[in-house]
Nanobody, 120 residues
Framework: QVQLVESGGGLVQAGGSLRLSCAAS????????MAWYRQAPGKQREFLAR???????YYVDSVKGRFTISRDNTKNTVYLQMNSLKPEDTAVYYC??????????????WGQGTPVTVSS
C-alpha cells in the first residue's frame, strides 16, 4: 500500500554534509506529516525532525541549526539536509510518514533505513 524508499546515506568525515531523501509510493491520496528518525548501535530509535503538510518544521535540539527537513509534495518526497556532521550523528536514519490512502484511511509508514557514518 505505501512504501518509503530512502537514499543518500554513506560515509562522511566530521564537518561534512549529506542529503538524505525519502520517496513515498503506493496508494497515496496525500502525505500528512513526514519525519526523520535515527538509531545508533545499541540505542533506541530517536526522533529528529518533522515537517507538516504545510511545511511547518520541528527539530530536536541535537540537530537544530545543523539539519534541515524539507519536502516536495509533488514528488511525495522528504529530504534531510545534514550539515556540520559529528561522529555522534552516526546511525541508521529512517523516514516516517503519516499517509492518507485513497481509501481515506490514515496509516503510518517507515522506510528501510539508510546508514550514515561520520568519521572523526
Amino acid at each position: 500500500q505505501v512504501q518509503l524508499v530512502e537514499s543518500g546515506g554513506g560515509l562522511v568525515q566530521a564537518g561534512g554534509s549529506l542529503r538524505l531523501s525519502c520517496a513515498a509510493s503506493g496508494s497515496i491520496f496525500t502525505i500528512n506529516t513526514m519525519a526523520w528518525y535515527r538509531q545508533a548501535p545499541g540505542k533506541q530509535r530517536e526522533f529528529l525532525a518533522r515537517i507538516s503538510s504545510g511545511g511547518s518544521t520541528y527539530y530536536v535540539d541535537s540537530v537544530k541549526g545543523r539539519f534541515t527537513i524539507s519536502r516536495d509534495n509533488t514528488k511525495n518526497t522528504v529530504y534531510l539536509q545534514m550539515n556540520s556532521l559529528k561522529p555522534e550523528d552516526t546511525a541508521v536514519y529512517y523516514c516516517n510518514a503519516d499517509v492518507t490512502l485513497y481509501s481515506r484511511s490514515t496509516i503510518n509508514a517507515w522506510g528501510q533505513g539508510t546508514p550514515v557514518t561520520v568519521s572523526s
